[in-house]
């Protein structure tokens, strides 16, 4: 990428972090006009979309940076985060997996691998991950979010409960973590309730 090219692609990132991503798409699109085979323009332009939800623009978008490099990792991994947004877990482990092997013990990665084999019933290889990116990165809260929900899941409710905490102490106003929080205390309480009255039909 030349040093014009450079400047316009940063320009497009620090768009995407301020949420202007239309402006950070034509960032991007002014880059292709001049040069159809940068693969980065193509993986921020799907990356954008995705932030969008507008799906079939980003894989759109995603497909062409995979023909230009096989073996990008961001463009598997964009892609393979798109079918787990739309609940295609068989392909997004496809891509995933594609994209870890590429760039190995990538939290982000391995985060959203996980979440997707926990889906596809690989419940505990998906745990493990999840387990392996929250140690690469113990503060990131969408690791530990995501590891929280497969404990609530799994019924693991003390686990669960000091992952919701750990999100909370990270950002105090993050009131997705503090629904779970409240959600494993009442799964736990109404778990106890049925055990305690299967216990009591069993004598």
Same mark, same amino acid.
């Given at each position: 990428?030349?040093?014009?090219?450079?400047?316009?692609?940063?320009?497009?990132?620090?768009?995407?972090?301020d949420?202007?991503?239309?402006d950070?798409v034509?960032?991007c699109?002014k880059?292709?006009?001049?040069d159809?085979?940068?693969v980065e323009?193509y993986?921020e332009i799907g990356?954008?979309?995705l932030?969008?939800?507008?799906?079939?623009?980003?894989?759109?978008?995603?497909?062409?940076?995979?023909k230009?490099d096989?073996?990008?990792?961001?463009a598997n991994?964009?892609l393979?985060?798109?079918?787990s947004?739309?609940?295609?877990f068989?392909k997004?482990?496809?891509? @995933? #997996?594609? =994209?870890?092997?590429?760039? &190995?013990?990538?939290?982000e !990665?391995?985060?959203?691998?996980?979440?997707?084999l926990?889906h596809?019933?690989?419940?505990?290889?998906?745990?493990i991950? @999840? #387990?392996? =990116?929250?140690?690469l990165? &113990?503060?990131?809260?969408? !690791?530990l979010?995501?590891l929280g929900?497969?404990?609530?899941?799994?019924?693991?409710?003390?686990?669960a409960?000091?992952?919701?905490q750990?999100?909370?102490?990270?950002? &105090?106003?993050?009131?997705?973590?503090?629904?779970?929080?409240?959600?494993v205390?009442?799964?736990?309480?109404?778990?106890?309730?049925?055990k305690?009255?299967?216990?009591?039909?069993?004598?």
């Open positions: 990428m030349n040093e014009d090219f450079s400047y316009l692609f940063g320009e497009a990132q620090q768009m995407k972090e949420g202007r991503h239309m950070a034509k960032t699109e880059i292709l006009m001049e159809l085979s940068c323009a993986e990356d954008n979309y932030s969008l939800r507008e799906y079939d623009k980003a894989k759109k978008a995603l497909v062409n940076a995979i230009l096989t073996r990008s990792a961001n991994y964009l393979g985060f798109l079918y947004a739309i609940s295609d068989a997004s482990i496809k891509y @995933l #997996e594609f =994209a870890d092997r590429c760039e &190995p013990n990538h939290p !990665i391995l985060r959203c691998l996980g979440w997707s926990y596809n019933k690989q419940k505990n290889r998906g745990v991950l @999840l #387990e392996r =990116a929250a140690t990165s &113990p503060d990131d809260s969408l !690791i979010s995501d929900v497969c404990y609530l899941n799994n019924k693991n409710f003390d686990k409960s000091a992952l919701f750990k999100v909370l102490t990270i950002e &105090p106003e993050n009131t997705k973590a503090q629904e779970c929080l409240n959600a205390r009442f799964f736990r309480h109404e778990y106890k309730k049925l305690k009255s299967a216990e009591q039909a069993e004598l």
